[in-house]
Each structure stands twice: as structure tokens, then as C-alpha cells.
């Protein structure tokens, strides 16, 4: 099993930015890619933005030129930094790993962009 702590969300205005982080723990030898998926009221999870081992990297065509993933492999932790946020950013947003046998989700944490 994987364990995922989650931190970074809250309330912004819109314009302003967060930063969320997602620290890995447990069986993460076989992780090959870790990532952020988010899920609005009423709507279907769906990719942020996502990063393997080796730095590639993939974003929502929402959020390119706007959100930043990126980690540290020595901590096992992936951050995404996220500006200038919109009101359609608001969502709870759910830290991912994908191993070679199965795909494991955090809690989740909310993110709220509203005036």
C-alpha cells in the first residue's frame, strides 16, 4: 500500500495562488508517476497535471501556462504549484501514484477561488 499526505489547499481569490504538496509512503518502489487529479461538484474526476520518474510531464490544456508540477524522487513528494487561479479551479484536489500493479489516491484537499 501507498499513504499520501496531502497539504497546501484553502480559500484564494481569484488571481491569487496555492501550492499543493503530496508526500508518498509505503510500497513506492514500483511508483512510475505521480500526479493531481481534481473533481468539482456535479463533475467527473479528471487530470491536472502529472509527472514520471524521469520529469516528463502532462497538464490539463486548462491549466497549462498557469500550474507547475513538479518533485523530489530523494522525498518522495510532488507539488503543484498553481497561479493565477480561477473560480473553475474550485475542486477537491486528489493526489495520485501509478505503480506497475496499481494506481493509489489521497484524501483529497479542497481548493475554493472566489471574491
Known amino acids: 500500500q501507498v499513504q499520501f499526505v496531502e497539504s497546501g489547499g484553502g480559500s484564494v481569490q481569484p488571481g491569487g495562488s496555492l501550492r499543493l504538496s503530496c508526500a508518498a509512503s509505503?510500497?513506492?518502489?514500483?511508483?512510475?508517476?505521480m500526479g493531481w487529479y481534481r473533481q468539482a461538484p456535479g463533475k467527473q474526476r479528471e487530470l491536472v497535471a502529472a509527472?514520471?520518474?524521469?520529469?516528463?510531464?502532462n497538464y490539463a490544456d486548462s491549466v497549462k501556462g498557469r500550474f507547475a508540477i513538479s518533485r523530489d524522487n530523494a522525498r518522495n513528494t510532488v507539488y503543484l504549484q498553481m497561479n493565477p487561479l480561477k473560480p473553475e479551479d474550485t475542486a477537491v484536489y486528489y493526489c495520485?501514484?501509478?505503480?506497475?500493479?496499481?494506481?493509489?489516491w489521497g484524501q483529497g484537499t479542497q481548493v475554493t477561488v472566489s471574491s
Open positions: 495520485n501514484a501509478k505503480s506497475s500493479v496499481n494506481g493509489y
Open positions: 509527472i514520471t520518474n524521469g520529469g516528463s510531464t
Open positions: 509505503g510500497s513506492i518502489s514500483r511508483i512510475y508517476a
